[in-house]
């Protein structure tokens, strides 16, 4: 949910569009029209068919306007009736209060009759900057905040939940979530090896997404959480493997580059962008994963065109027969049983945002469905 | 007088401190990024001291104790420190986070502290003087705000950047985040309790300080009316490296009178 009518020219100046673009860049009229115009979009969804709307959580930047996924959840959980809302997810570590975040996807959960899915995320990098939460506790909290929600939601109150960083006489919680014995829970990643181990514990096996990655990376951690699942002694479930990838279909290929061009380059040259400092605090990774981001800095933090995108997995987009393919073939090499298409990104406005939705509902969704 | 490796373990954290010289104990305390070298300050004092230069817990070639979650945790480390060492009257000196160190020690306990200076620390907070953003900024550009000479700057960017030193400075970084992320470089509640330190405090200052600004040192002077406040022109935040000789003359005059 970018701020899409952000100054381009202004957002390249000051390098990234996180924690220190000033917010006079941000005009709230131009910001009403957004919010209902993405909800809208999100509500069509329902309409052409899709089976998730997804929010997600993002602080103090024009890359995304949902500081409180909470709120659009919401609204959506009012305004649908059949499509599940996926909350993709709260970022735990940055919450002062797991609690509140337990009390509040019940309600979602109970509001919309159980149409709820659950994501735990320890919000991105630059969200310790916003934030002020110590990046070096960030793994612990997240745990521990995970324990402390999963609790609250299945074991019978009060009791006492004395944590390292959250302590609370009274665990209580009203409302209990409407799904039994709680929604599913899904956990967005850029992919490491401590989330994979963590997500496909066979006390959990939550569904892994792997977000905005080269199709490359996205093999390779999908594959690393199967062994991981077989490692622990089964055999991991399609349901658990998830993949979400911006994705435009045009009415032909040419056509389907020459409208996300520009969008698509502003969302990954622009909006995505940030210096290394601002994306990795200490301790937010191991030392050895931010070393490899040090060594690969120069092809991570540099522009992408969109044919580079293309080319590499990052961004799927063509006509709908193109685009089919393309996923028929992940698919039968990765097996994920869920597939998020990020149908707006960057500055795509409406009336593209719309096209490519339907264009999506009506020649790629069913043929993936049918694949299954 | 060269200087000495030694390892000492305490709760449970091999200490890594190096240690040179002879006359009475003089601990230096280190700031964000370490101690890696014996510098030509800690040279000249060794001169006149028996000059003990610890890798904090947490940083060089130090261990990473569990134990290690905050400031205070340092402060009761190394008062334990001291104690094992059997240091009597130390001198002790800190550069920016290991000034904030040195204070937090004094406020708890100063039997076995002679006296204090305090170089550039961090620890506390002063309005208008807000800190730069150590964690936003990147490698090259805090090196160069560590320095009112940019000579000084070139000869640290200088250095090869070998496999060992990225993953100490990384080491370092992290635990500089553990103790000073939030709240940013200081903890609110040591003001309240500065006039503990009832021992001779010296506090030294670049006056062209980029990372902890020189308005923080009038206001600690201002929450210490008995200390000696010492500013260095044309000087940066790191007065023992770009004015070591008029510093070690001033830690001379300060510690032996």
């Not at chain 2, 040591?190 to 503990?196: E, F, I, S, V």
């Not at chain 2, 023992?240 to 003359?249: I, L, M, N, T, Y």
């Amino acid at each position: 949910m970018p701020y899409a009518d952000l100054d381009l020219a202004a957002g390249r100046k000051n390098g990234t569009v996180w924690v220190t673009l000033p917010n006079r860049n941000y005009d709230p009229e131009k910001g009403h029209r957004l919010y209902n115009r993405y909800l809208d979009e999100l509500e069509y969804g329902e309409e052409l068919g899709f089976d998730v709307v997804a929010v997600n959580e993002h602080h103090q930047t024009a890359y995304g306007l949902m500081p409180s996924p909470i709120v659009t959840a919401s609204a959506l959980a009012r305004r649908t009736k059949r499509v599940k809302i996926a909350i993709l997810g709260s970022a735990l570590p940055l919450r002062s209060h797991p609690l509140m975040v337990a009390e509040e996807h019940a309600m979602i959960d109970v509001i919309s009759g159980g149409r709820l899915i659950t994501g735990f995320v320890r919000g991105i990098g630059a969200e310790y900057h916003t934030f002020g939460v110590n990046p070096t506790f960030s793994h612990d909290r997240f745990h521990e905040a995970h324990d402390l929600i999963v609790r609250a939601w299945t074991e019978p109150g009060p009791f006492s939940f004395q944590g390292h960083h959250y302590r609370v006489q009274y665990v209580n919680l009203w409302p209990r979530p409407y799904q039994k014995p709680h929604p599913p829970i899904w956990i967005p990643s850029q992919g490491s090896k401590e989330t994979i181990d963590w997500a496909s514990h066979p006390d959990r096996r939550y569904t892994y997404l792997q977000t905005f990655s080269p199709v490359k990376v996205v093999q390779r951690y999908l594959k690393q959480y199967r062994d991981t699942c077989a490692n622990y002694g089964y055999g991991c479930e399609d349901r658990q493997l998830g993949w979400a990838v911006p994705v435009y279909v045009g009415a032909s290929d040419e056509a389907a580059r020459r409208e996300a061009k520009e969008h698509f380059e502003a969302f990954r040259n622009v909006y995505v962008r940030m210096p290394i400092e601002m994306l990795l605090p200490p301790g937010y990774t191991s030392r050895e994963s931010l070393k490899n981001v040090m060594k690969a800095k120069a092809q991570m933090f540099g522009d992408v065109t969109i044919d580079q995108a293309i080319e590499l997995g990052l961004f799927v987009c063509g006509s709908a027969d193109t685009v089919y393919k393309a996923f028929e073939g992940y698919w039968r090499e990765m097996r994920f049983g869920n597939l998020l298409v990020m149908c707006q990104f960057g500055t795509l406005p409406a009336d593209l945002t719309r096209a490519n939705m339907e264009r999506f509902a009506r020649g790629v969704l069913p043929r993936l469905k049918a694949l299954n | 007088m060269p200087f000495t490796d030694h390892t000492i373990e305490l709760v449970g954290c091999r200490t890594h401190y190096r240690r040179g010289g002879k006359g009475s104990p003089l601990v230096f305390l280190h700031g964000a990024s370490g101690a890696p070298v014996v510098l030509p300050f800690m040279e000249k004092l060794s001169e006149r001291f028996d000059v003990i230069v610890p890798d904090h817990p947490g940083y060089g070639q130090s261990d990473e104790p569990e134990w290690l979650e905050n400031i205070h945790d340092v402060a009761y480390f190394y008062l334990d420190f001291i104690g094992a060492l059997k240091l009597e009257r130390a001198v002790i000196i800190g550069s920016s986070m290991g000034g904030w160190m040195a204070m937090e020690m004094a406020v708890r306990n100063t039997s076995r502290i002679g006296s204090l200076v305090l170089v550039s620390p961090a620890g506390i907070a002063a309005t208008g003087a807000e800190p730069a953003d150590i964690f936003l900024l990147s490698p090259e550009d805090t090196i160069r705000k560590l320095f009112y000479e940019q000579r000084f700057a070139e000869e640290r960017l200088a250095l090869p950047m070998t496999p060992e030193a990225i993953d100490l400075a990384l080491k370092n970084r992290h635990t500089t985040a553990r103790l000073a992320w939030e709240p940013r470089l200081h903890d609110p509640h040591l003001a309240k309790w500065l006039h503990r330190i009832d021992v001779p405090v010296a506090i030294v200052w670049g006056k062209d300080d980029l990372i902890l600004p020189v308005g923080i040192a009038h206001e600690l002077k201002r929450l210490m009316p008995r200390a000696e406040l010492h500013l260095f022109e044309r000087c940066g935040h790191l007065p023992q490296v770009e004015k070591a000789a008029e510093f070690c003359d001033l830690v001379v005059r300060f510690a032996c009178r």
